[in-house]
């Protein structure tokens, strides 16, 4: 299995929504797939060091950061599988809003001629936004290591792909498919120590992580987008 991101999150189209089909294998049999995201690890330590960052630890708990709210905006969904017959190709352009913190987001629902397909992709498109729908937002609460707690926010505006890729799925009639995203939300906090949220500028009491406040640790933060999701498939 490749691991890529996410990334991020929950796309929430109607349940049993039909990717559009750009190209189409004309085999038979409807083995279907739906693609679901499952967050996990909302808490994550904010150690003195690197080494110490990132981990799963209880919520409140002193030096830690908490995520509870986040929204995506997807531009575009893509999806393409491959099998040693036949390339299958989907395409979404279509604007959506999704909370990221729904315990039951679905993706869509793709049906699939029956093979083997040897590598599975999933791509969400982000665009820039002049607006207030901007890609991504996380809002949070970080407890620092006396206890204290600040509000934290994250914006990210620029273009970006995020990719989930598999491996060897095997699809048959008889089945149907759920390929989750796993997000898991204390990756995106790897790298990040304790000096950085408590030497960062704060507004109104808040700790604002944007391309124009507080940019370095926006910088930490943005180069986690690509390594904090895999994906696997249940049937």
Same mark, same amino acid.
């Given at each position: 299995m490749k691991n890529y991101l996410f990334s991020y999150g929950s796309v929430i189209l109607a349940a049993g929504l039909f990717l559009t089909s750009c190209t189409k294998d004309n085999s038979t049999g409807d083995g279907k797939l739906a693609y679901k995201v499952k967050p996990s690890n909302f808490t994550a330590s904010i150690g003195p060091t690197t080494s110490g960052s990132g981990l799963i630890i209880a919520v409140n708990s002193n030096s830690s950061l908490t995520w509870t709210s986040g929204n995506v905006n997807v531009s575009e969904i893509d999806f393409e599988a491959e099998s040693k017959s036949a390339k299958i190709e989907y395409e979404l352009k279509q604007a959506f809003n999704v909370d990221l913190f729904n315990l039951s987001p679905v993706l869509g629902s793709i049906s699939l001629p029956d093979a083997t397909y040897e590598e599975v992709e999933l791509k969400l498109v982000?665009? +820039?936004?002049a607006n207030s729908n901007i890609p991504l937002t996380l809002k949070g609460l970080y407890t620092d290591g006396s206890g204290n707690k600040i509000p934290v926010e994250f914006y990210f /505006?620029?273009?970006?792909e995020a990719e989930v890729e598999a491996e060897n799925l095997v699809v048959s009639?008889? /089945?149907d498919y759920i390929g989750l995203i796993n997000i898991q939300l204390n990756k995106f906090l790897t790298n990040v120590v304790s000096a950085d949220l408590s030497g960062a500028v704060k507004s109104n009491g808040v700790i604002v992580i944007s391309s124009t406040s507080n940019a370095e640790?926006?910088? +930490?933060? +943005?180069?986690?987008? /690509?390594v904090f999701a895999d994906c696997d498939f249940e049937d």
């Open positions: 982000l665009r +820039k936004s /505006n620029e273009d970006f009639g008889t /089945n640790l926006y910088a +930490k933060l +943005k180069a986690n987008l /690509n």
